[in-house]
T-cell receptor, first 114, second 113 residues
Framework: AQSVTQPDIHITVSEGASLELRCNYS??????LFWYVQSPGQGLQLLLK??????LVQGIKGFEAEFKRSQSSFNLRKPSVHWSDAAEYFC????????????FGTGTKLQVIP | DADVTQTPRNRITKTGKRIMLECSQT?????MYWYRQDPGLGLRLIYY???????NKGEISDGYSVSRQAQAKFSLSLESAIPNQTALYFC????????????FGEGSRLTVL
């Protein structure tokens, strides 16, 4: 069975600083990987996803993520954080078979300070 | 209007009461899901449906039931609510392509006293 680990429960960064959110997954084959963002009082929105090909994936709002098979990681990055990026971020892994099961990590809450 | 609409958005109820959370979507997707979100636990899948005649249990289905009334409607019921079912519930949809994006509603916050 697949699993996702987000080791950082809460991260605080200054506005304009760079950001990296960590995600490690466990799955026997090449997974489908996702990052979702949840703004306060809202549902989740897809930031980006990796299926195959280029291991550096670009998403919305200036985010990118890099798939590293050797490290079983899919870390999310942004070069310069804006106050509006304050939210909770979820990494997710999708597995194969007849049903595409998507397993979510426990989330990382991002606080942005002026 | 939102593509995925959940009602009610907030509900407080008492132990033992029957509760229904409703979800409707205008995206035309075949697949619909109910997730539960608890602090520190992320999202966990309760039930999912690939079409009107297809209902499947997720990882935490005990104490819940669902009904797919139409392609666009998927309801979650708690037959006899208990306090540990206090959580934020999300409905989501996706198309039938493998690896398709999940589209979420804004959530239904349920408190069971």
């Amino acid at each position: 069975a697949q699993s996702v680990t987000q080791p950082d429960i809460h991260i605080t960064v200054s506005e304009g600083a760079s950001l990296e959110l960590r995600c490690n997954y466990s799955y026997g084959a090449t997974p489908y990987l996702f990052w979702y963002v949840q703004s306060p009082g809202q549902g989740l929105q897809l930031l980006l996803k990796y299926f195959s090909g280029d291991t550096l994936v670009q998403g919305i709002k200036g985010f990118e993520a890099e798939f590293k098979r050797s490290q079983s990681s899919f870390n999310l990055r942004k070069p310069s954080v804006h106050w509006s990026d304050a939210a909770e971020y979820f990494c997710a892994v999708g597995a194969g078979g007849g049903y595409q099961k998507v397993t979510f990590g426990t989330g990382t809450k991002l606080q942005v300070i002026p | 209007d939102a593509d995925v609409t959940q009602t009610p958005r907030n509900r407080i109820t008492k132990t033992g009461k029957r509760i229904m959370l409703e979800c409707s979507q205008t995206k035309g997707h075949d697949r619909m899901y109910w997730y539960r979100q608890d602090p520190g636990l992320g999202l966990r899948l309760i039930y999912y449906s690939f079409d009107v005649k297809d209902i499947n249990k997720g990882e935490i289905s005990d104490g819940y039931s669902v009904s797919r009334q139409a392609q666009a409607k998927f309801s979650l019921s708690l037959e006899s609510a208990i306090p540990n079912q206090t959580a934020l519930y999300f409905c989501a949809t996706s198309d039938s392509q493998w690896g398709g994006e999940l589209f979420f509603g804004e959530g239904s916050r349920l408190t069971v006293l």
